[in-house]
C-alpha cells in the first residue's frame, strides 16, 4: 500500500526529463487517441474546473494526474480557447505544494472580480495516520495568465454535522453578495449541500444546508453547481451510492440535475421536482457550467468515472472532457444541445435520403473513425430503428430506437474492448414520438449522441480496432424514411 501511495503521490517535478519524454511517447503511439476533444498529454485527467469566460478567453481547467492513469496527486491543469473548439494547452494551472492542499488541488470554480479571475477550490490534506482536512482555497489569474494563490485557506474548517467529504466549491454573485455550493456529506453518511456568503470571496460565512426533498439519496454529493435560467433554478450534482431503478442510475456514479423555483438564500429552501440523469451513456460524471459573454449557459463533464478502469491506462492516460454544451430549458426539461461553433469543424459532407424497409443498408461516404453525423428517421412504421457505428465484421456500436417501447438503447456490448462490463453494455431511456433524430459526435474512442435536439444525450467512450469505420442503418419488421448527412471533422488545433 504504501508503495503505491507513494507512486500515486509523486510530484511531476521529481519526475526526470526522460521519464516524462517516454511517457509522452508512449501516450502518443496510443490507438485511441482524440481528435477534438480536451484530453491530457500524459496521465490521467477528470473533473473540469474553472469554467469561465475572462479577458476575451474561454478558460477551461482540469483535475490532472501527470504521471500516470491513476487518481493521484491532483494539479489544476488549464486550457484555453477563443471559439470553444480549438483548445491550447496552457499547462499547470495550480500545484499542489501548499500546506492546505499538500495531497492535491481538488475541483473548484472560477469568477471574474475586479478585473482578475479568482479560482476557489479544495485543497486535500492527510495527516500522519492518513486522515484526511480539507480546505476551501482561494488563487486569482491576472490578465497575463499569471497564478497566485493565497497563503491561506478562505474556509479552514468542516462545520459540525459534517464528514471530511467536503469539497468542491462552485461560486456565483448575486448583488453584492457572493456565494458558493459545496458537495457534503452528513455525519450520518448521507449526501448534501451547503451554502456560504461572502461579501469578499475571503471572508466567507457558513449558511447552512441547501433544503431539498431529498434526505437520503445516496452517500456524498460531489460537484455541486446551482444556477438560474430561464426563470429557473437548477441544481446540478453528482450523487455517489444510488441503487440502480429500472433504466436509471446504471453506473457506478451518477449526475444530475434538480430543476424548480430559484433557491431562497435566505431560507435556503429549494423546492424542486424529481432528479433527472443528465447523461444517459456510460461514461458523464463531474459537470461544470458556466455563463459567457453570449449569455448562454455552457456545460462540460467529464467523459469518464471514477474507480473505473479504461484501455487506455496501458497506454500512459485516461479520460477526455465532454464537448461543450449549451443549456436551456423547454418543458420543464433541461435540455443539452452541442455549441454551435463546432460546426466550424465540419469539412466535406454527403447526404443520403432513402426509404429502408426491414433492411440494414450502408451508403457510399459513410464510413470513418472521427465524423458528426446526423439522422431523421420519419414515417415511421418499422418497431426498431437504428445505426451501427464504428463498425466492421465483428465489432459495432449500437444506437437504436424500439417505438413500440418507446426507448433508445445504446449498446456497445460489441465496441471492441468494452470497459466495465460489471454495470452492463446497454443504456437506455425513454423517448416518445414516431420520429426521431440522432445527432453523433463520433471521436476516436468516444460518441457522444443528441437525442431529438438536446432532449436526451448518451455519452460513452468507446474502443474499437482502428479498421472499424462501417456506418449501417437499419429498420426492423417495417419502413422508415431516412434523411442523413455526414461531415468529416478537422482536428482541433
Not at 461579501?199 to 460537484?223: A, I, R, Y
Not at 433554478?233 to 453528482?238: A, P, Q
Not at 426492423?476 to 461531415?487: A, E, F, M
Amino acid at each position: 500500500m504504501e508503495c503505491t501511495r507513494k507512486q500515486r503521490y509523486r510530484r511531476i517535478e521529481e519526475a526526470t526529463k526522460e521519464e516524462l519524454n517516454a511517457l509522452k511517447e508512449k501516450v502518443n503511439k496510443s490507438i485511441w487517441r482524440q481528435k477534438f476533444h480536451i484530453q491530457p498529454v500524459t496521465g490521467l485527467l477528470n473533473d473540469p474546473n474553472g469554467f469561465s469566460y475572462f479577458n476575451g478567453e474561454y478558460h477551461l481547467f482540469y483535475q490532472w494526474f501527470p504521471l500516470g492513469p491513476v487518481h493521484g496527486l491532483k494539479y489544476w491543469y488549464h486550457t484555453k480557447s477563443k471559439d470553444l473548439v480549438n483548445w491550447q494547452n496552457v499547462g499547470i494551472g495550480i500545484k499542489p505544494n501548499d500546506y492546505f492542499d499538500s495531497h492535491g488541488a481538488y475541483s473548484g470554480s472560477a469568477i471574474c472580480h475586479d478585473g482578475k479571475l479568482h479560482l476557489m477550490y479544495t485543497g486535500n490534506t492527510r495527516d500522519e495516520n492518513w486522515v484526511r482536512h480539507p480546505y476551501q482555497c482561494l488563487a486569482v489569474m491576472n490578465e497575463n495568465g499569471r497564478i497566485e494563490k493565497l497563503q491561506e485557506p478562505v474556509i479552514k474548517e468542516v462545520p459540525k454535522g459534517y464528514t471530511d467529504h467536503y469539497r468542491d466549491p462552485k461560486v456565483w454573485k448575486e448583488n453584492d453578495t457572493f456565494y458558493a455550493v459545496i458537495g457534503a456529506q452528513r455525519e450520518n453518511k448521507t449526501g448534501c449541500i451547503v451554502l456560504y456568503s461572502s461579501p469578499d470571496l475571503k471572508n466567507w460565512t457558513f449558511e447552512g444546508e441547501v433544503q431539498t426533498n431529498l434526505k437520503e439519496f445516496g452517500f456524498m454529493w460531489e460537484c455541486p453547481d446551482y444556477f438560474e435560467l430561464d426563470g429557473k433554478g437548477v441544481l446540478i450534482f453528482s450523487p455517489q451510492g444510488l441503487e440502480p431503478k429500472g433504466d436509471q442510475f446504471q453506473n457506478i456514479y451518477q449526475s444530475g440535475y434538480l430543476l424548480g423555483n430559484t433557491l431562497d438564500l435566505k431560507t435556503k429552501v429549494f423546492e424542486h421536482g424529481e432528479f433527472v440523469e443528465l447523461d444517459r451513456g456510460f461514461d458523464f460524471y463531474a459537470p461544470q457550467t458556466t455563463i459567457d459573454h453570449k449569455g448562454r449557459r455552457l456545460l462540460v463533464g467529464w467523459m469518464g468515472l471514477p474507480e473505473i478502469e479504461y484501455p487506455t491506462d496501458k497506454d500512459g492516460w485516461a479520460h477526455c472532457l465532454t464537448l461543450p454544451r449549451e443549456l436551456t430549458v423547454q418543458n420543464g426539461k433541461l435540455i443539452q444541445c452541442p455549441v454551435k461553433e463546432l460546426e466550424t469543424l465540419r469539412q466535406d459532407s454527403v447526404n443520403v435520403k432513402d426509404i429502408l424497409d426491414d433492411e440494414k443498408k450502408m451508403y457510399e461516404g459513410f464510413n470513418g473513425t472521427t465524423y458528426e453525423l446526423i439522422c431523421e428517421f420519419t414515417n415511421m412504421e418499422a418497431d426498431e430503428v437504428g445505426i451501427e457505428f464504428r463498425s466492421c465484421k465483428d465489432e459495432k456500436t449500437v444506437i437504436s430506437y424500439n417505438r413500440k417501447e418507446q426507448k433508445v438503447t445504446l449498446d456497445r456490448t460489441h465496441s471492441g474492448e468494452v470497459p466495465a462490463k460489471e454495470y452492463g453494455t446497454t443504456r437506455t431511456c425513454s423517448v416518445e414520438g414516431d420520429t426521431l433524430k440522432l445527432h453523433l459526435f463520433v471521436d476516436t474512442s468516444s460518441v457522444e449522441i443528441f437525442i431529438n435536439d438536446g432532449v436526451e444525450v448518451f455519452t460513452s467512450r468507446i474502443f474499437p480496432r482502428p479498421e472499424s469505420t462501417d456506418i449501417r442503418f437499419f429498420a426492423r419488421n417495417g419502413k422508415v424514411t431516412l434523411d442523413t448527412t455526414k461531415y468529416n471533422l478537422s482536428t482541433m488545433n
